[in-house]
């Protein structure tokens, strides 16, 4: 069983920064593609990062291109999502979400598990 935990989300003001982490477990993280999605309250559930599995390759919606930036740490089964120059259109709360197979980034669709998720509060 994959089990996907993610923390770092609280309350910031804008223009702060946070750091999410995603740690995975019961799996083989090294063969996932990883995403980061969000949801903001009456609001479907977006694409906000992605990245491949070997850590090569990055992906980002518009929005947060040049502010946020995911990485991942193969050896500590976790991925991160460093996010800048926070917005209070940021708030939301914020979910990773692992894929073994392949398919498109941006598609939650594709994603087979996910986690809890974690909120970020963004005051202006």
């Known amino acids: 069983q994959v089990q996907l935990v993610e923390s770092g989300g609280g309350l910031v003001q804008a223009g702060d920064s946070l750091r999410l982490s995603c740690a995975t477990s019961g799996g083989t993280f090294s063969s996932y593609d990883m995403g980061w999605f969000r949801q903001a309250p009456g609001r479907e559930r977006e694409f906000v990062a992605g990245?491949?599995?070997?850590?090569?390759?990055?992906y980002y919606t518009d929005s947060v291109k040049g502010r946020f930036y995911i990485v991942r740490d193969n050896a500590k089964n976790t991925v991160y999502l460093q996010m800048n120059s926070l917005k209070p259109e940021d708030t939301a709360v914020y979910y990773c979400?692992?894929?073994?197979?392949?398919?498109?980034?941006?598609?939650?669709?594709?994603?087979?598990?996910w986690g809890q998720g974690t909120q970020v509060t963004v005051s202006s």
């Open positions: 979400a692992a894929d073994p197979g392949s398919g498109n980034f941006y598609n939650p669709v594709r994603y087979d598990y």
């Open positions: 990245i491949n599995r070997s850590g090569g390759t990055q």
